[in-house]
């Protein structure tokens, strides 16, 4: 079947032919490609067309697609069987090597999501604290929790409105909002709700409203007020984890959270979360603790062989991630010279191997409300070019490229030479 075929057979079965909203490309005017297959930077459609890989599965696939040591680990895991809902050797095995391996992770809970890690670590924070709010910041997205879908408004100090259908007004009646990289915002709401925030959350490298490095000081800053507050600092670095540097986003900073989660490239391409930290913390969780989650599926043997093998790559490997930053300074500063000759006004926000091309007349975006500043429909324009051009890229202003181990100079070239033809 060809892929409009597909993706219109597939509407009838699945809301928007679709199990997650941003695949169904709704702000542009093409139909997504249905992926077939992948080999190292490369995907490859249900039609045989070939793409140069920039999503990598939304970050996981930093190793490449069909990575040989990942697969042989699969493989050899499943001839002694798929799932068994009890205690195993595999994830002992990479619970201890993120605890030796990983600053501020103590001890370590398995989930199957980033989503579930992070409702998860809230409710510990909560449990801990015996507090019931706890403050997350405009533009930052932690899963599909009630608790996280707030309607940000201005990015600053709002009414708590539920950001999606489905969502009580009282299940985020406990949800402050503050505004990413303005310490202000943060103050004002420890002055009005003290010694009731339970925790402060937060993505140090913003993804989910492009590409938003915390500002240093600001997550300095963040880090003092929740210790003299007795507040949980959560870092969410289930997209950064393990994919900014080894130890995540918390090494480049410096800085030590209480709790931290994890998903994406822990799991090696397959379904896996965790959260973990503080020992003191973590002792509260069922059946050491008060404080209950459970999980049928979580520690799964075939996930935690992929987990282990993907890790241990790149914590072998450290010149990995010098290599991928070099990729994306390159790809930088290549688009900033395109932007340049042709007039277009762009800033580009990168992390290491994360990066966003906002399309905006700002100076900087450095928030939530001046990513939002951007011209969506110029990006739309960009994004269907370089689709229909063999460059796989986010279909969506605010989501977030992904340059992995396995993309080459050629790769970044390429991606170049079809931008300049838009």
């Known amino acids: 079947m060809k892929n409009k075929e597909i993706f219109e057979e ?50 996981p696939m930093i190793l490449g697609h069909s990575n040989e040591k990942i697969l042989k680990e699969i493989e050899e895991t499943l001839k002694s069987g798929v799932g068994f809902g009890a205690p195993t050797e595999l994830e002992l095995k990479l619970a201890k ?16 999501s980033g989503t579930e890690a992070t409702m998860s670590a809230v409710k510990l924070a909560r449990g801990y604290t015996h507090r019931d709010k706890i403050i997350k910041f405009a533009g930052c997205y932690h899963g599909h929790f009630d608790g996280f879908l707030v309607e940000a408004g201005s990015g600053v100090l709002t009414e708590n409105i539920p950001g999606s259908p489905g969502v009580p007004k009282g299940s985020v009646e406990n949800t402050l909002i503050a505004e990413y ?69 918390q090494s480049l900073y410096n800085i030590k959270p209480d709790l931290v989660t994890f998903a994406k490239i822990m799991g090696g391409g397959l379904p896996c979360g965790a959260y973990g930290g503080k020992r003191e ?32 790559e790149l914590n072998n490997n450290p010149d990995y991630y010098s290599y991928m930053d070099k990729m994306g300074e390159k ?13 277009i006004s762009l800033v580009v926000n990168r992390c290491v191997n994360m990066m966003t091309v906002f399309f905006t007349e700002c100076s900087e975006v450095t928030s939530y409300e001046e990513a939002k500043k951007s011209n969506t429909k110029m990006f739309s324009r960009f994004a269907e070019h370089m689709i229909k051009n063999g460059v796989y890229v986010p279909p969506s202003q605010f989501e977030a490229m992904f340059i ?9 070239e390429k991606f170049l030479e079809v931008m300049k033809e838009m």
């Open 10 to 59: 597939s509407k009838k079965y699945m809301p928007g032919g679709v199990n997650s909203p941003v695949r169904a490309y709704t702000a542009l005017n093409i139909d997504p490609p249905i992926i077939k297959k992948g080999y190292g930077s490369h995907l490859f459609d249900e039609e045989g067309k070939e793409y140069i890989d920039f999503i990598e599965a939304w970050g």
């Open 97 to 112: 090597y993120i605890c030796t391996t990983v600053d501020n992770v103590d001890m370590l809970r398995m989930v199957n």
């Open 181 to 249: 990289n303005n310490i202000e915002s943060v103050k004002t709401l420890f002055e009005k709700h003290k010694d009731e925030i339970a925790a402060v959350i937060i993505e140090p490298v913003a993804g989910n409203m492009g590409v938003i490095p915390g500002k240093k000081e600001f997550l300095l800053d963040i880090r003092k007020i929740c210790t003299e507050n007795r507040t949980i600092l959560i870092f969410d670095e289930v997209m950064s984890g393990f994919r900014v540097a080894y130890k995540g986003a």
């Open 281 to 312: 913390i973590m002792e509260q969780l069922s059946p050491m603790g008060p404080v209950y989650q459970a999980g049928t599926m979580s520690g799964n043997p075939i996930v935690m062989a992929a987990g282990y093998a993907s890790l241990k």
């Open 331 to 343: 790809l930088q500063a290549g688009i900033y010279e395109i932007a340049r000759q042709k007039g």
């Open 404 to 412: 992995g181990v396995k993309h080459t100079e050629e790769d970044i």
